[in-house]
């Protein structure tokens, strides 16, 4: 079922360099020590290929790296917060409270978001305010909000720590530890955060579907991909994502879809500054969504019952910038209480417990 991948600067790593080829370790560096092992990731066959960065070749000492800096509070200004107090794992990686605590315990307007599959991403956070992973792992290290800590003195302590001085010299075959490494060490570990094994999954190609999810569920399915004019609620136009709404948007899109006549949050409209963006936000991923709750950018739902209740009576249709996906039907969708429940039966389906429970993924002290 499983397909290893090679990428195409792996490929062409090996097949520049012979001996590579041959033991399958690459000296990060291009030096000859200390060897690195390369890390294979894994993920269904039919999910769509993703580049990673050429610069940055996953290996099991870059990943221990960045999985290290993970769970470790060094990283924040007081060494109280570490990236899992926010993000989770039995939570698919986010937050249960509704907006995040930083370290002095101020509060946040955003829900932390999810965290599996980025590699798909085109855009990160609420608002897309970064464009690759690199750009974003740095940010809450630095953001007043939450870990506030400028990255040189991040770099000071690590430097001063024996176990980091260890794993950035495997890593990175480097004394002097850099911003750069460290943004490197966590973009790798983010990356083999891949969640391919709900029940959704296996649902791939058969026929004997019953077997896989519920009757419920599937009528739940078949709601969530038709569109109004066929009963359906057309979910499916804006959580259109490949495979099985695991990956966001493949053009990383923002969408108003109609939770406020007036945006205090102006998310997307922030970033570009057009009027035509205001209350925009990212469209969400909804893998692992039965355990992610609150919802929304800020966590203003705290059951799915409730987003079943929003979508189909309170949509704000005259919300500036609402979605055409929502605006072409004009008025709302009205499900009945089967249909809510189908929907969230079939919204328990995308929970993929192998990934919330995945050793290789959990705090390593
Ligand atoms: C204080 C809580 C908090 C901490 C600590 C935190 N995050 Fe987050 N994270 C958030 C919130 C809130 C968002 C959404 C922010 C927004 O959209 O403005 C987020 C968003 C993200 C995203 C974007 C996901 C997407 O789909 O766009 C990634 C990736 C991420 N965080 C990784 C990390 C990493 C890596 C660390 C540690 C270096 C970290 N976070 C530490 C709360 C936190
Ligand atoms: C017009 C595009 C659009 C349509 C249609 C749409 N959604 Fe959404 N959905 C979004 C956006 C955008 C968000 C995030 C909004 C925010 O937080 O401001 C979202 C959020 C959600 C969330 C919360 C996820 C989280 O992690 O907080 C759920 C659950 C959800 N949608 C389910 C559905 C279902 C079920 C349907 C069909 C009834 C549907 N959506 C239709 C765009 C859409």
């Excluded at 999910?47 to 940055?56: I, K, R, V």
């Excluded at 002097?176 to 490494?181: D, R, S």
Aim: hydrophobic letters at 35%; one cysteine or more; a neutral charge.
């Amino acid at each position: 079922m499983i397909r290893k991948i090679s990428f195409t600067a792996l490929l062409l790593l090996l097949l520049v360099t012979k001996s590579c080829k041959k033991d399958q370790y690459i000296s990060p560096t291009g030096g000859d020590e200390p060897k690195a092992k390369l890390y294979t990731l894994e993920h269904q066959p039919w999910y769509p290929q993703f580049n990673l960065p050429a610069d940055n070749v996953l290996t099991e000492e870059g990943v221990m790296l960045g999985r290290m800096l993970f769970y470790d509070p060094i990283v924040s200004g007081d060494s109280t917060l570490s990236c899992a107090s926010c993000h989770r794992q039995t939570k698919g990686f986010s937050d249960q409270r509704r907006v995040s605590k930083g370290i002095t315990g101020q509060l946040g307007n955003r829900q932390a978001m999810p965290l599996h599959n980025l590699m798909w991403n085109k855009l990160f956070f609420w608002d897309g305010r970064s464009k690759t992973l690199r750009e974003q792992v740095l940010v809450p290290i630095q953001a007043h909000d939450e870990m506030n800590m400028n990255l040189y003195s991040l770099v000071k302590k690590l430097s001063n720590t024996p176990r980091y001085q260890t794993q950035f010299k495997k890593a990175f075959n480097t004394n002097e530890i850099e911003p750069l490494h460290l943004a490197k060490g966590l973009e790798q570990f983010l990356v083999t955060m891949i969640s391919f094994n709900a029940p959704i999954d296996k649902l791939w190609g058969r026929t004997d579907t019953l077997n896989v999810i519920s009757a419920s569920a599937l009528r739940g399915l078949n709601i969530f991909m038709q569109p109004t004019e066929m009963g359906g609620a057309d979910c499916f136009h804006c959580h259109s994502n490949i495979p099985f709404f695991g990956i966001n948007s493949l053009n990383g899109s923002m969408s108003n879809n109609g939770l406020d006549l007036v945006h205090t949050d102006k998310g997307f409209g922030n970033i570009t500054g057009l009027s035509t963006d205001i209350g925009k936000f990212k469209i969400p991923s909804l893998r692992n969504v039965a355990v992610t709750s609150p919802y929304m950018h800020d966590g203003r739902f705290t059951t799915l019952e409730e987003v079943m209740d929003f979508y189909s009576d309170n949509i704000q249709l005259n919300s500036p910038n609402l979605d055409i996906n929502i605006a072409s039907h004009a008025k709302q969708l009205s499900l009945s209480s089967q249909q809510k429940a189908d929907l969230v039966e079939f919204l328990k389906t995308l929970t993929d417990t192998t990934y919330l429970n995945n050793p290789a993924l959990k705090n390593p002290f």
